[in-house]
């Protein structure tokens, strides 16, 4: 599988001041029909609050595909990397804000979970060259030298303007961890005879020697996530057996997750010649190149195919100039799934990293009653992402995979163990312990 996929990703192609205020933490935003960009207020959450900034990315420096998740204490910083359509640069800054198990602040002072200063300014920004469609591009890299977190935790990074947190730019999770909590953790088939064929169960123990943990049932928390999907966390897991400093909790119902289907892949890292996925590439009215992708297959009812992809994950490259973020165009992208009929109940959307894992409006489909098919027409970065067709129930904030693209056991997923520990001293949640495992490769 991944002989194949690095291929594709590696290109394998022909030509191809110091502020000193305190970081302060503000009230969540109530969702609600406001438009995506209307409201200012913080959200502990993977959002983008000014609508010329786009593609932001936070990963592990030396490693676009990777998770921002990085161990307490350790030297590999994350990168934070994001484009701004606005002719203008921009003073912006950026600080850390510490989190507890359910994502609302914990209630510590800035220096509490900070070394260094509570603020610090984000480099200025870099044009791009050689584009169709000029853009700014901002680039942070931390910790560093000015600020560095002292607990673990959940985090999320927010920028802003000028000083002013209050004029958001946008915020972005990511995870501190320590490795103290011991987690034996496997996917095997559910017992569940009738979901067997489709869903996949997490099997799980821990042990956490030497941590003090009162009351295992309140004060240690375990989150799991799927393919790095903040709007499917499953919680709340409780232990059925305990034993010393040890819990089991033998296939817990909150571990089983719907298989899902291996993601639908596209290349764009060359506009010269048509690749994976690709139809043909035109030209659109306002000069940026458009990449029309071939017609999508309906999956919901198809036997399980073993296709190589990167779990919905997105690779910023053009094969042109070599490991160079700013050289990357943005280009339109249409794509289009034929259907029967149009699904009631709910709105269709592309989802996958391109759109943050979320249900984004510019990433919303149209049935086209004619074509009998949903289509869409949106820009994205240059580069390899891998895609999927979610449904969105009306009045839902969870999309739902399976419906438009089946779901099997035997699909490739990664998941990932969060331990949070309460520490009653501090009054926070710390991540004490995190497992990656692949529903394969364990």
Not at 16 to 33: K, M, Y
Not at 46 to 66: A, N
Not at 266 to 280: E, M, P, W
Not at 375 to 385: A, M
């Amino acid at each position: 599988m991944w002989t194949t996929i690095n291929g594709l990703l590696q290109g394998q192609a022909p030509l191809l001041l110091l502020t000193l205020g305190a970081c302060t933490a503000t009230q969540p935003a109530i969702s609600g029909n406001e438009e995506y960009y209307s409201q200012q207020e913080i959200r502990y959450a993977d959002h983008v609050y000014t609508p010329t900034v786009h593609t932001v990315q936070l990963f592990k420096k030396g490693f676009e595909l990777s998770p921002p998740i990085i161990e307490l204490g350790g030297t590999d910083p994350l990168v934070l990397r994001f484009d701004d359509f606005s002719p203008d640069n921009e003073n912006l800054s950026y600080c850390l804000v510490h989190c507890n198990a359910d994502w609302q602040p914990s209630d510590l002072a800035t220096s509490q979970y900070i070394s260094g200063m509570p603020t610090d300014f984000i480099p200025a920004a870099r044009q791009s060259f050689n584009t169709l469609k000029p853009y700014l591009e901002y680039e942070v890299e931390f910790p560093n030298d000015m600020m560095r977190p002292t607990l673990s935790g959940n985090y999320i990074v927010k920028v802003f303007r000028n000083n002013d947190q209050d004029d958001l730019v946008l915020t972005r999770r990511f995870l501190v961890f320590e490795n103290r909590v011991q987690i034996d953790a496997s996917i095997v088939p559910t017992r569940d005879i009738e979901h067997r064929e489709t869903d996949q169960q997490l099997d799980l123990s821990l042990r956490y020697p030497g941590i003090n943990v009162p009351d295992p049932f309140s004060d240690l928390q375990v989150a799991v996530l799927q393919n790095m999907r903040w709007d499917d966390i499953h919680t709340g897991f409780r232990p059925k057996f305990i034993r010393d400093s040890e819990l089991i909790y033998d296939q817990p119902k909150e571990g089983v997750f719907p298989g899902g289907n291996e993601w639908r892949g596209a290349d764009l890292k060359n506009t010269r010649y048509s690749t994976l996925r690709v139809g043909q590439w035109t030209r659109a009215e306002d000069g940026l190149d458009e990449a029309v992708l071939l017609p999508d297959e309906k999956r919901e009812f198809k036997v399980y195919l073993d296709l190589p992809d990167i779990n919905g994950k997105y690779l910023v490259k053009n094969d042109l100039v070599k490991d160079d973020p700013l050289s990357a165009d943005y280009v339109y992208v249409d794509f289009t799934l034929p259907r029967t009929a149009e699904e009631p109940g709910g709105d269709v959307y592309v989802y996958g990293a391109i759109s943050d894992f979320q249900c984004k409006k510019e990433f919303r489909c149209t049935w086209d009653p004619v074509k009998k098919a949903y289509t869409l027409r949106t820009l994205v970065k240059q580069g390899y992402f891998d895609y999927a067709y979610a449904f969105l129930p009306a009045g839902s904030t969870k999309p739902d995979l399976a419906l438009l693209e089946g779901s099997h056991f035997q699909t490739e997923n990664d998941y990932v163990v969060l331990v949070y520990v309460h520490d009653y001293p501090l009054g926070c949640d710390k991540l004490m312990g995190l497992r990656f495992l692949n529903s394969r490769k364990g």
